[in-house]
């Protein structure tokens, strides 16, 4: 049997079912809001710069070995710019992943070139490269391993 409708029941039904819509809408958007806030953070990692992980000093390809060190297969690591053997570069990350501009030009002893005469110089060359950080003391760049074979 049915019952009859009152007034009073019926201007509290709606109200309290919007109570409660709010409410589980609420919930979404903390749930939303705290995921967004934890992908973030996770998404704020994976775009850090690797280098910070990487020991400075010289790197020599692994299939050359410390013995081949001052040699073609060295990379000199300042902390943050990756310079080939006779070479001053500039490291600028990209936005990709594990992507960098090198900037360099000829570069070797006591005429070690500053940053400004390397991003002045018109004969300064660039390539992007692809710097793949394995440990605090190997990294590949373009697919060849380089290990840490001691201090600048």
């Avoid at 409708?5 to 589980?24: I, N, Q, W, Y």
């Avoid at 939303?32 to 992980?53: H, K, N």
Wanted: charged share 20%.
């Amino acid at each position: 049997m049915s019952r009859p409708f009152l007034s009073g029941e019926g201007a509290l039904a709606p109200t309290h079912c919007m109570r409660v819509g709010r409410r589980k809408s609420r919930g979404r958007l903390n749930l939303w809001a705290s995921l967004c806030i934890i992908l973030l953070a996770f998404s704020g990692r994976a775009l850090a710069d690797e280098r910070d992980r990487l020991a400075p000093g010289l790197y020599v390809a692994a299939t050359v070995g410390c013995d081949g060190l001052g040699g073609g297969g060295t990379v000199d690591f300042d902390g943050k710019n990756f310079s080939p053997h006779y070479q001053a570069c500039l490291s600028q990350a990209l936005g990709q992943n594990a992507r960098y501009r090198q900037t360099c030009i000829e570069g070797q002893g006591a005429n070690y070139p500053t940053t400004a005469q390397i991003q002045g110089d018109p004969s300064k060359t660039m390539r992007d490269v692809t710097i793949a950080v394995l440990s605090r003391n190997a990294f590949s760049m373009n697919g060849v391993r380089y290990d840490y074979c001691g201090a600048r």
